[in-house]
């Protein structure tokens, strides 16, 4: 009996209440993202001849995922964005019902690094989506509805390939969210790369104000000529214009055969890497994405002192150095601290010891790595409040990878994945009674194999 | 060395030795055969019990239960026998090794399993020679074919092997010993191959684009100022381009030429003739010659025929996922006649029955592994074929390019009966479905009066276990058995 009350929520949240804390974000004022998907546009304006297709999802009680909860309410879904959201719509003629009453509407969730579920291997990965693979499936049934696949790091330079992907089972445009809206680097550096780095963000920022200037010095001198780009800046240049998010990670040490046992990326993020990272972050003048620093608990205050959001495997554990027991390690406490500190957090899974980094099917664990809300059991556990913990399965998560404009909550003119659940969506045995991604219902528990034997436990 | 070199030579002799011995019976005079009281699976209509079929000159004379057998016929009793049109079969690559010889090692993994059509998906890169011809690659002094017909193959396609487009495929006579003997038609289709990469993609969005522009070129009126314009050079050489684009495209339908390096000299000539003749009188035109000068591609004339209709694709998918995203490479209004041939249930990309309505949308037939599905990691049983033919997309099955495949198509055939499909259907999808395929379907493919007598005769129905394939007919000639 104690276990699940530590996870339901409470009633208090009712309220609309913004989250304590959060004032102190900096460093990311909302911003009017351009959106980097560029293709799926054009077709949407073709088909917006056809009158458009109306569902709401009615009656149940709505997480709008930016820590608010509305009771009894109805989502209104047209074609496949958000309409409204609210009590007593007025729902137009035609509309699709989905009833919801006496069950949980959530957004879909979004898992900040996965593998497999349709994803292919390597950019562009719009050409090489599986949309009719099984493990979306899998991932829909935990409630998954988008993820980064690929790759976000790269060594000594800003690179990375990788790309957002939504569970849009059966639908090769609707797969591929954005292509590159992460890019990464990995510390500690050595001086020389650190050098380079320094030089290329001003040689980027100095092209960003002469850009910007250009205009007015044609005016002026029709002759000036245009500022010439940096070679090889584009994808800081990207991360300037907060068209991509910078991901720092850890473990620029070489090659470490006992990093998989380790817990992954943690190894290496001891505080003086974590303010490395924090010192990037500030070269951009942008928060940075920090993954996985395990002894981020100690500097809760420098880290959001830079903006910079954290990535958190809640169930990896690092024991402590001996010599040094209280300064050390890991602690089951680390997202709550970050969150008191107003530092945007987003959970994901341990790294397998065979493969995985990333929440998927594929490794020898198997399928229990692709439940989001056990994973931030482990943050909650900690002490990590409740409504930040939803927000680090979708809006943190979806903020973190660059999409938060799309994706992550439930809020009008933003993608309509959904969840309907049959509990509270944190709680353990909470299953995913129907999934909706881009508007269409692509898994309904019942229909579905997997786990239509189970009926949720009563207590 | 020695020993398995003279070992190798034997059965070479050998096999050159049985091939000799299958070549079908003396060519048929003028004197009729008649089945009689023969259960004749026609395709084309009903099952007729007890009918007559009578066979004249190699072509079906009369079928039908009232038929009344001619004076002089010869006369086969086929009580209790069925029959039905020969196999044809729509992708093959029998013909496109070169023959192995390896009788004296025992083979693994069982009967038909030896050569998996492969080419699927990530071998290699994409090309795009939609204009080679595939039986210039031909090996075809090899028995393949005759054992093929042997065990009922009257027909059968030569796929070019790849993705993008690996080239123009061709229809073989399985009774021919050379080249020319055993090509009806060396460029019966073009082969497409869908590849879900990028670089696959763009191969077929860059080519489909090339060949509409081509195809509107060739649309466009030939302009009746042609003649006026002609002396100025630049205007004159665009137009002119349109007259020999027709005949190059043309040309190669007759089909005697070699295959890459000549459609593009052929079309060459042509221009620059004119254009020569139209030099002397206009000094300033050395310079500007070479630009309309710029030779078809052939691939891209190719297909522009295709989109014009004046030849017919064989699309390979590997899956609904692939289907998926050649809508996104190729526009759904580039429309050609074509089949698509999906060669393995790919269960864990969608196997093609999840892709109904696009489909249908194409209104095409659908070439299908003759096999069962799985639901992707279960062992639950799916029936693709049946639900695209309840949907009303005509099916036909792949039979396998080796005799112990074709040997077994009849097994797998009855499973997919046994499972729901209609007996005709099955039937129809390995003879009269891949006939249109492969545009043979005038001439073969069904029992109908006038198309050529490619038949089969079993002891019993062929879709039982009993029934056995007990004498083959090609053009209106018993194919011997070399046992």
């Known amino acids: 009996m104690r276990t699940p009350t530590l996870f339901v929520l409470s009633l208090a949240l009712l309220t609309a209440l913004d989250l304590p804390g959060q004032g102190r974000r900096r460093g990311r004022p909302t911003r009017a993202t351009p959106t980097p998907t560029a293709a799926p546009e054009p077709k949407q304006e073709e088909k917006k001849k056809e009158p458009k297709k109306y569902t709401a999802i009615v009656g149940g009680d709505v997480y709008l995922g930016t820590g608010q909860r509305l009771t009894g309410a109805t989502v209104l879904i047209a074609d496949d964005k958000i309409d409204k959201v609210g009590h007593n719509l007025e729902l137009p003629e035609g509309t699709t019902i989905i009833d919801a009453k006496g069950k949980t509407v959530s957004p879909g969730f979004v898992i900040v690094k996965g593998a497999g579920m349709g994803a292919g291997f390597s950019a562009p990965f719009k050409d090489t989506v599986n949309p009719f693979a099984f493990d979306i499936k899998q991932g829909l049934a935990a409630g998954i509805t988008s993820f980064l696949a690929g790759s976000t790091s790269s060594r000594g330079r800003i690179g990375g390939s990788n790309a957002v992907i939504k569970l849009a089972y059966g639908d090769v445009e609707g797969m591929v969210l954005s292509e590159n809206s992460v890019v990464g680097i990995s510390v500690p550096l050595d001086r020389s790369a650190r050098e380079k780095l320094e030089t290329s963000i001003k040689a980027a920022k100095d092209y960003l104000v002469a850009t910007e200037a250009y205009p007015a010095a044609k005016a002026k001198d029709p002759k000036a000529k245009a500022p010439k780009k940096p070679s090889g800046s584009d994808q800081i240049i990207s991360v300037l214009q907060d068209k991509a998010r910078l991901w720092i990670s850890f473990g620029g040490g070489g090659f470490n055969p006992f990093r998989g046992m380790m817990g992954g990326g943690g190894s290496n993020s001891d505080v003086a890497s974590i303010r490395e990272a924090c010192e990037i972050a500030e070269l951009f003048g942008k928060g940075a994405v920090i993954e996985k620093p395990m002894n981020a608990w100690l500097i809760p205050d420098e880290i959001a002192a830079t903006g910079s959001s954290v990535i958190i495997s809640p169930r990896t554990r690092q024991a402590p150095d001996p010599k040094d027991p209280e300064r050390t390690g890991s602690n089951i406490a680390t997202a709550a601290i970050l969150a008191k500190a107003g530092v945007p957090v987003a959970v994901t899974c341990p790294d397998g010891r065979f493969g995985g980094g990333g929440v998927g099917t594929n490794g020898i664990l198997g399928q229990d790595l692709n439940t989001p809300n056990v994973d931030v059991a482990y943050a909650i556990r900690g002490g990590l409040d409740d409504r930040k913990a939803l927000r680090a399965i979708t809006l943190d998560a979806a903020n973190i990878m660059g999409v938060g404009d799309r994706v992550g909550s439930i809020e009008a003119g933003k993608d309509a994945d959904i969840l309907i659940l049959d509990g509270d969506p944190l709680h353990y045995s909470t299953f995913v009674i129907t999934a909706v991604v881009n508007g269409k219902v692509v898994y309904e528990k019942a229909k579905e194999a997997l786990y239509r034997h189970i009926a949720r436990p009563k207590y | ?483």
């Open chain 2, 1 to 483: 060395m020695s020993m398995r070199n003279t070992n190798t030579l034997l059965i070479l002799s050998a096999l050159a030795a049985l091939t000799c011995a299958t070549t079908t019976a003396t060519a048929q005079s003028a004197r009729p055969t008649a089945f009689t009281n023969a259960r004749i699976h026609t395709v084309s209509g009903e099952t007729i019990e007890n009918g007559t079929l009578v066979i004249k000159n190699g072509k079906i004379e009369a079928v039908g239960k009232d038929v009344v057998v001619p004076a002089g016929a010869k006369v086969v009793d086929a009580t209790g026998k069925t029959i039905m049109p020969g196999l044809v079969s729509a992708w093959s690559a029998a013909g496109l090794r070169p023959p192995t010889v390896r009788s004296n090692t025992p083979q693994r993994g069982g009967r038909g399993r030896r050569f998996r059509p492969t080419s699927r998906g990530s071998s290699g890169s994409t090309s795009s020679k939609a204009a080679t011809k595939v039986i210039d690659g031909m090996y075809a002094r090899q028995p393949i074919f005759g054992q093929l017909l042997e065990v009922g193959v009257t027909s059968l396609a030569l796929t070019p092997q790849g993705s993008g487009f690996p080239g123009l495929g061709a229809v073989l006579n399985p009774a021919g010993k050379s080249r020319d003997e055993l090509s009806l038609n060396d460029e019966a289709f073009v082969q497409i191959g869908m590849q879900r990469s990028a670089g696959g993609k763009k191969v077929l969005k860059d080519m489909f684009e090339k060949a509409k522009k081509a195809v509107e070129e060739r649309e466009k009126p030939p302009a009746p100022k042609e003649p006026a314009k002609k002396p100025e050079a630049k205007p004159a050489g665009k137009p002119a381009e349109v007259k020999p684009t027709g005949k190059p495209a043309e040309k190669p339908k007759d089909g005697k030429e070699p295959p890459k390096p000549a459609p593009k000299p052929t079309p060459k000539p042509a221009p620059k003739e004119s254009e020569k003749k139209q030099d002397p009188k206009k000094p300033a035109t050395p310079p500007k010659k070479t630009p309309p000068k710029k030779p078809k591609d052939p691939n891209v004339e190719v297909l522009a025929d295709l989109l014009q209709g004046k030849r017919r694709a064989i699309l390979q998918i590997a899956s609904a996922a692939d289907l998926l995203h050649w809508r996104t490479a190729v526009d759904d209004d580039v429309k050609f006649p074509r089949m698509v041939a999906v060669l393995r249930h790919d269960s864990n990309s969608g196997t093609i029955d999840m892709v109904t309505e696009h489909l249908k949308k194409w209104e095409c037939s659908v070439l299908l592994p003759p096999s069962l599905s799985t639901l992707p990691r279960t062992q639950h049983l799916t029936h693709p074929a049946k639900k695209l033919h309840d949907a009303g997309i005509e099916i036909g099955f792949a039979i396998g390019e080796s005799p112990a495949a074709v040997r077994n198509i009849f097994f797998s055939l009855m499973e997919l009966v046994r499972s729901g499909l209609p007996a005709d259907v099955a039937i129809k999808a390995v003879t009269q479905v891949p006939a249109k395929a492969l545009g043979i379907d005038k001439r073969t493919g069904t029992i109908e009066v006038g198309k050529d007598a490619d038949l089969l005769l079993f002891s019993g129905d062929p879709l039982s276990p009993v029934g056995k394939l007990e004498q083959v007919w090609l053009r209106g000639s018993r194919v011997e058995s070399k046992k």
